[in-house]
């Protein structure tokens, strides 16, 4: 029997165990990095935004591997759920694996771009809106990124925005053949349907993004956010005051589904496609899950603009982009990739099973767009008329910032779950949406 | 066969560690990889996530260094101020009402009981249903219009209105902590009755034979048999509860009107808003509360070993 020592019995030595520790350490450094980026050459990732639409993401993922394929680019396209978009990309940006090209919304884009994460694409905006009738004034502004990353980044390709969506075939027994112009309108109409179990006006008052809805009500009441330069807030005002009359006075007549103050993002989708609700503000793929799922209840459906307050109507369009990512190794591949992705056949075909509105003027006489789909006719107005971000407040970080707290629809939820008088709910926005915006 | 042929025969120039040092050596060795491990995966991520709490770090950058900015700034927030509460009141009274009814069905099955194994399963399942399956049906039960409580409630009559369960603030709380203490009840269970069965039944005939009823033998003798099980089993909850996620997003996001936000939630909305440095400085602004929880429970454990 041997008593040496293992260490001894192997002749372990202080160079030896030296030598294994360094050794050990090298693979563990070496497993952990990425491949170096001449095995990825001309191989382009790019991360699409997944949407309700299968038929949409399946094109969307087709049409670029068959751009791969005819142009000699390995192409990995990889879907990202948009509410997962932030985390995805403050990810890929710490470690450094960002993908070649990616969708993304303005909040992210203009922020991003403020990073220095994209190439300018200043050039490839212009040869395709020279080539297609030029942009839609509102998409040529709200996507104008120059003064935040000296050039424009984003390739807008969409639009999307709420339309109010309502039960025709409610409402029209009812005597109301059209629909509501005012936001009082909307009231009325609604209690008219109000019966269990349909509620009649289906938004959300939560913490999802669905309920910054409020924020256009309460702008078309003559309420802002913020003062012209964008840097003190102004929510305590007798405009704010005169909304959270309309309302708490909504509330009080029982209109709206119970549970719409802690409704997720699709709490709205399923109150209208479950019969729940009489009207909603949507982007629209309610319509399309209804038109799929229960044609019954997409024939009783129509679609308008969303109804006008004292100052007006207020209806941002959202903006969809493409960018290039600056580390990318293949940004000329990209670029030719984010032209074919902006052609009109393409196009017609995505908007036909997509979300989105049209971003160019030509994009209007695609057979989309010929007013036999309601929720695009929709969509078109709302790319034509629709107004700018944040307007009539200015759309800057702070904006964004105290959007993505809900300081509005918090705000709301003080007055018709707590029960808060007016002045004391407006105070606490008014403060923490100072707090938000001190900060930039 | 020659000396000098003979290699093994020749006096080494390398000169050799002692033995004890070399087995030391040879112990590091071995154990340094798993010690790279815990200062790769555990280690970093947590220093680092402290410091990002004192930078302004967003998306896309790496931030500077700006002290207690964030900690000031979400001291300011009614919201992190809710969460604080929110967190306090729900570690506590599902913790709370987790012990009571883990204890009591361990306790009745750890009797013999037909069909207790068959029983012991079941009271498993809540535990091994994935969360977000768990949580989405309880949110299920719980709408308004459609939800089986409702239901039940108004089809028997206990109750003739329907009950908005999540969406007002005298119910909100109340049922997400009955829908945390469903789902994590059976860990409780498995743990105490796990010391029940290890607790020596000579002291339980001893402690009757002297007299003692039921109540005196669950209070002298059961209770000292699993107190250091239930220590334990409530810190771990404790902090599972803490850091829980699934449970509030899943039911109210945190609404209404901040009425079930906690820590989790208000990082993850911190996150939304793409600044890491704030959403870090909540997920920080816990671990005191953490911190204490841990000690307490620690010095509870090292008093019963003195």
Redo the contacts between chains.
């Keep these: 029997m041997n008593d ?5 019995a192997r002749g ?4 030896r ?1 030296l030598g ?2 360094a050794s ?2 090298a693979i ?1 450094a070496v497993g952990s990095f990425p491949m170096p980026a001449i095995a990825q050459s001309k191989k382009l990732t790019y991360w699409g935004g997944l949407i309700f639409s299968d038929d949409a993401n399946k094109l969307l993922t087709d049409t670029i591997n068959a751009w791969g394929a005819a142009n000699g680019v390995a192409t990995e396209v990889v879907m990202i759920n948009q509410n997962e978009t ?2 995805k ?2 990810a890929a ?1 710490s470690s450094n694996t960002m993908p070649d090209a990616l969708d993304l919304g303005l ?2 884009l203009l ?2 771009s ?2 220095d ?1 994209f190439i300018t694409l200043d050039d490839l905006y212009k040869k395709i809106g020279d080539a297609q009738g030029g942009w839609f004034e509102g998409t040529d502004r709200a996507t104008d990124t120059t003064a935040d990353a000296g050039g424009r980044t984003g390739i807008p390709f969409g639009v999307n925005g709420n339309l109010l969506l309502r039960r025709k075939d409610l409402l029209e027994p009812a005597g109301f053949t059209d629909a509501p112009k005012t936001w009082d309108e909307l009231v009325a109409q609604a209690v008219a349907v109000n019966k ?2 349909v509620s009649g006006l289906g938004l959300a008052l ?3 993004g669905d309920a910054n809805v409020q924020v256009n009500v309460l702008q078309s009441y003559g309420g802002r956010i913020a003062d012209d330069a964008g840097k003190k807030v102004t929510i305590k005002s007798e405009e704010t005051r005169t909304y959270l009359t309309w309302l708490k006075d909504a509330w009080d007549k029982g209109i709206f ?6 409704w ?1 993002g699709a709490g709205d989708n399923q109150a209208y496609l479950s019969g ?1 609700a009489a009207f909603i503000a949507n982007t629209g793929s309610v319509g399309i899950a209804a038109k799929k799922d229960d044609p019954e209840l997409y024939d009783g459906s129509a679609f308008s603009p969303l109804p006008a307050g004292p100052k007006g109507t207020i209806s941002p369009i959202t903006p969809q982009t493409r960018a290039i990512t600056k580390n990318s190794g293949a940004q000329d591949e990209a670029k030719a990739l984010l032209e074919h992705l902006a052609q009109p056949e393409f196009m017609n075909a995505y908007f036909n099973v997509a979300i989105y509105g049209p971003v160019l003027k030509n994009q209007e006489q695609l057979s989309a767009f010929d007013g036999t789909n309601p929720i695009l006719a929709g969509l078109l107005n709302l790319a034509k008329a629709g107004t700018a971000p944040a307007y009539p407040d200015v759309y800057n970080a702070a904006w ?2 105290l959007s ?2 809900f300081i509005i629809p ?1 705000m709301c ?2 007055v018709v ?2 029960g808060w008088d007016f002045d004391k709910a407006m105070d ?1 926005a008014q403060t ?1 949406g100072q ?1 938000i915006y001190d ?1 930039y | 066969m020659s000396l000098a042929a003979d290699p093994s025969t020749r006096p080494s120039r ?1 000169r ?2 002692p ?1 004890g040092v ?2 030391k ?2 112990a ?2 071995l154990v ?2 798993v010690v ?1 491990l815990i200062i ?1 995966l555990v280690a970093y991520p947590f220093f680092f996530a402290i410091y990002v709490s004192f930078t302004d770090q ?4 790496v931030g500077k260094f700006i002290g207690f900015a964030n900690f000031v ?1 979400l001291s ?4 992190f101020t809710a969460a604080i509460w929110n967190t306090v009141i729900i570690v506590l009274v599902s913790d709370g009402l987790k012990l009571l009814i883990g204890l009591g069905l361990a306790l009745l099955v750890h009797q013999a009981i037909p069909g207790r194994g068959i029983f012991r399963s079941f009271l498993m399942l809540p535990w091994a249903m994935p969360a977000f399956v768990a949580f989405l049906t309880w949110r299920v039960l719980y ?4 939800g089986g409580i409702n239901l039940v409630l108004t089809g028997t009559g206990i109750y003739p209105h ?1 009950v ?1 369960w ?4 005298q119910t ?1 709380m109340g049922s997400v902590i009955a829908a945390s203490v469903w789902r994590g009840f059976p860990f409780w269970f498995i743990s105490i009755l796990a010391a029940l069965q290890s607790v020596p039944k000579d002291l339980y005939e001893a402690a009757h034979i002297d007299g003692a009823n039921a109540w005196k033998r669950f209070w002298v003798v059961t209770v000292p048999g699993i107190r250091q099980v239930v220590i334990v089993t409530t810190l771990l909850s404790s902090i599972w509860t803490a850091n829980g996620f699934e449970h509030v997003w ?10 079930t936000m906690v820590f989790p939630v208000l990082a993850y ?1 911190g ?6 440095g704030e959403a870090a400085a909540v997920s920080v602004a816990m671990l005191p509360i953490l911190a204490i929880l841990v000690i307490f429970a620690t010095s509870l454990m090292m008093r019963d070993e003195d």
């Design positions: 040496k020592p293992i260490s001894a372990w030595t202080r160079r165990v294994t520790a050990s350490l563990a932030v985390q990309v403050s940006v909040d992210l922020l991003l403020r990073q994460q269990s179990p939560s913490n999802v589904p119970p549970g719409n103050t802690t997720d729940q964004a910032d993505s707290n918090k939820q003080r779950v707590d606490e923490q707090i900060k | 390398r050799r560690l033995t070399r087995a050596l040879f590091y060795a340094a990889p790279l790769g967003v998306v896309g950058s700034y300011k927030s009614a919201t709408q308004p219009i459609g329907v908005d999540l969406g007002q603030r909100a899943l039911l109210t996001a945190g609404g209404p009107s901040d009425a909305f996150m939304q808003t793409q600044r890491v």
